[in-house]
């Protein structure tokens, strides 16, 4: 406890001190960071101005990407803006602010893939009762409650993480991520933090075992129709589901739960970037792109900008 100083920023050593490797992290930053709030956005502005993807799948699909325009968005601008001006500082308010908005986004991506499950279960697996089901009201009770379960969870970390007294303020990451922000913590109440990451990894693990189970269901369904055709249309928008949450939760869990005797500062960098910036540049494609009703909208779009239309209505 000798050690204990008050902490008034921290320093978030990020990928490297050398300046040719932080001018190419700023570059490929940059550009991932172009795909997404371009992908996302994309998404967004069609479905907000296509009647026809105004269904309850699109609007979780909105809601999903919202969350994951700000869990990037709040922690890829102050990483490109430290590597650009060869900088590693982050204030202690920062830090506080970017934990809990990043934790909050995330946490109900979580969620809310959760529930995109059911709805594809409830459209596959009784599609006569879909309407009736899925109806607006309860499709807002349920991306509500994502919300609010992913800000609850993030309330809880911020509160714990940020009342141990920290040793150091040196963050072996590019942003205030929960494992680092532990390692430099030295009071003995960081285990109140750990069965507070216990828990929110219970709840991860119990969202994938639904999901897993759900899908069992889909696919034993989906095996069952006779055409080929609504076969490959179910399958084509479940198996990218599956592929993203594997990616997101599976590199979640391993970070956060990973043996210290096998961690490294790079494989906790690598695993960083690739639950929090790959899911997001990947969802608008995997999710939509290749969905045909979205590409006519985005056709629709693009004819409406080039000739000149000035109408504001939404198009069909």
């Known amino acids: 406890m000798s050690n204990i100083t008050i902490i008034n920023y921290f320093l978030l050593l990020g990928f490297s001190n050398q300046r040719e490797f932080q001018l190419l992290q700023f570059a490929v930053f940059s550009a991932m960071y172009l795909v997404i709030l371009t992908g996302n956005l994309i998404l967004i502005i069609l479905v907000a101005l296509n009647t026809n993807l105004q269904t309850p799948m699109y609007f979780f699909l909105v809601n999903l990407s919202i969350g994951e325009l700000g869990s990037t968005s709040v922690i890829i601008p102050k990483s490109m803006a430290n590597a650009l001006m060869n900088s590693t500082l982050i204030s202690y308010s920062e830090c506080v602010t970017q934990m809990l908005f990043f934790v909050f986004f995330l946490s109900s991506d979580v969620f809310l893939l959760t529930v995109m499950a059911y709805d594809r279960y409830v459209a596959i697996c009784h599609p006569l009762h879909y ?49 680092h922000l532990m390692k430099i913590s030295c009071a003995d109440s960081y285990l109140n933090e750990i069965w507070t990451l216990l828990f929110s990894c219970a709840l991860g693990i119990g969202c994938f075992v639904f999901i897993v189970l759900t899908y069992v269901q889909i696919f034993s369904t989906v095996l069952s129709m006779p ?9 084509s928008t479940c198996i990218p589901h599956l592929i993203v949450l594997s990616v997101l939760v599976g590199t979640i869990l391993f970070t956060y739960l990973m043996p ?19 899911p997001p540049m990947m969802n608008p494609v995997i999710y939509s792109m290749r969905n045909k009703d979205v590409k006519a909208a985005l056709g629709k779009l693009f004819y409406w900008k080039i000739s000149g239309k000035n109408t504001m209505l939404p198009f069909h």
């Open 260 to 278: 210290a005797s096998i961690s490294s500062y790079k494989l906790d960098q690598m695993l960083a970037v690739i639950y929090s910036v790959v």
């Open 131 to 179: 309407a009736s089901m899925m109806k607006w009201g309860r499709c807002i009770q349920l991306a509500g409650g994502s919300w609010m379960a992913g800000l609850l969870n993030a309330a809880v970390h911020t509160g714990t993480i940020f009342s141990l007294p920290f040793c150091s303020n040196v963050i072996h990451q590019f942003f205030c991520e929960i494992p």
């Open 227 to 235: 055409s080929m055709a609504n076969r490959q249309k179910a399958f």
